[in-house]
């Protein structure tokens, strides 16, 4: 398939892979990256939805997507293509190799079944003209253990809590991770060899911290919740400073997260305690004697673009009943621009084509963003994104589309 700038798209090959790999570590800077990395990423790259661009026999774009399937409110898991790997080299910039390889993913995925389509933006500018809306955040923290108490919940001394060879308790941890996956919308169920990720641990990545460590956490023999953390030891005018980074943390119940997050502040010699990508509405927020101690800080995370309407807004529940006409632009996948009529409340929806009035009129890059609850339909009209043309329809249709729990996207890819 050829490009309008006489350039080739191609479906990778397994024996491009080492070039192709470079050619996106350039991409991202050139830092170094680790043999266990790229080794990692040739074990989970799906080769037949893998893409690179040439020009004559020059590499100059790649990209590819996973087979995910992602919780969305309600608890159903829907197939997913987590878009991935996406580079352009500076040589070829604007000349339309990024939409080249937008268009076939997206192709792909629609002939796949996938309703959705998800990926983390290196910069969130791009990906809008695409379809995708900011569906997700995550919260960034540096907490001041040596000065932040915890009040803890009820029961939290009767969970025993040990240290572990994070690969020796993998699938103790991995069974408390796909427990988890149906409570919160954008979380995805795991693929085989993905639970590898977590333990990935290449020296070059550790900035001067120990090797990864893992608790986990037992209530009668089972384990109800894990953390994976490294140790950086410190000292300071005042003695010792050391930091403890968390990589991953789950536990099943609020007394196994609590005794989880007092070990973590509890370890020797340590001071600080930093957390990267966590859920924007984690309950140690509540434990903490003093939020502000903990510089809280949000960012933009997971972007989610519906690849079929109809079937994408079928799929999930709504908080309260909705019966509302949206009236979609959607011109990079044009078989969803039109309306579309969504019934539905906590039991189940549906949506169809009509020939209807229409109650909102919106993007499908604003239906991306409310899709998974984390963003309100009534924001997106304040900075003008979504019109209403039924009065009252986007307070309805803003409250049914909310979800009790804040979606999160838990890991990278």
């Known amino acids: 398939m050829g490009t309008d700038h006489g350039t080739e798209l191609k479906t990778l090959r397994p024996e491009e892979f080492d070039g192709w790999w470079d050619h996106l570590v350039r991409a991202f800077g050139g830092g170094p990256a680790s043999a266990e990395e790229r080794e990692l990423d040739r074990s989970l790259t799906e080769f037949g939805r893998s893409l690179a661009v040439w020009d004559a026999d020059t590499l100059v774009g790649t990209s590819g997507a996973f087979s995910f399937r992602m919780t969305v409110p309600g608890g159903a898991v829907l197939p997913t293509a987590g878009v991935t790997m996406v580079s352009v080299a500076a040589t070829h910039r604007r000349r339309g190799v990024l939409t080249s390889m937008m268009r076939r993913l997206l192709d792909e995925a629609r002939a796949k079944g996938e309703p959705l389509a998800a990926l983390f933006a290196s910069e969130p500018a791009i990906y809008g003209r695409f379809g995708y809306g900011t569906a997700t955040f995550q919260l960034t923290a540096e907490i001041d253990t040596g000065r932040v108490t915890l009040a803890l919940p009820p029961g939290t001394d009767e969970v025993r809590v040990r240290y572990a060879p994070p690969a020796d308790v993998l699938k103790e941890c991995e069974a408390v991770y796909a427990a988890l996956v149906p409570r919160r919308p954008g979380m995805l169920a795991r693929r085989p060899g993905w639970e590898q990720a977590g333990l990935l641990d290449p020296e070059s990545g550790r900035e001067g911290a120990s090797a990864l460590q893992c608790v986990v956490a037992e209530r009668d023999g089972e384990v109800t919740g894990y953390a994976r953390f490294r140790t950086k030891m410190g000292w300071g005018p005042g003695g010792h400073d050391g930091t403890v980074t968390l990589e991953d943390l789950a536990g099943l119940d609020p007394a196994t997260e609590a005794a989880l997050w007092r070990f973590l502040f509890g370890i020797d010699l340590m001071t600080k305690l930093t957390l990267r990508g966590r859920p924007v509405d984690e309950p140690w927020q509540h434990l903490v004697s003093d939020i502000r101690r903990c510089g809280p800080r949000l960012r933009d995370a997971g972007y989610l673009r519906l690849v079929d309407v109809g079937a994408a807004l079928s799929a999930r529940t709504y908080q309260t009943p909705v019966d509302t006409v949206f009236e979609v632009e ?22 169809e084509r009509t ?10 890059r604003e239906l991306g963003a409310a899709y998974l609850g984390g963003v309100t339909l009534l924001s997106l009209a304040a900075a003008g994104r979504v019109r209403e043309l039924r009065p009252g329809a986007l307070t309805e249709a803003s409250v049914a589309f909310g979800s009790p729990v804040a979606p999160w996207l838990p890991h990278g890819f």
């Open 330 to 351: 959607d011109a990079f996948c044009p078989w969803n621009a039109g309306r579309w009529r969504l019934t539905g409340d906590a039991r189940g929806a549906s949506c």
């Open 355 to 364: 020939s209807g009035a229409a109650d909102l009129a919106l993007s499908v």
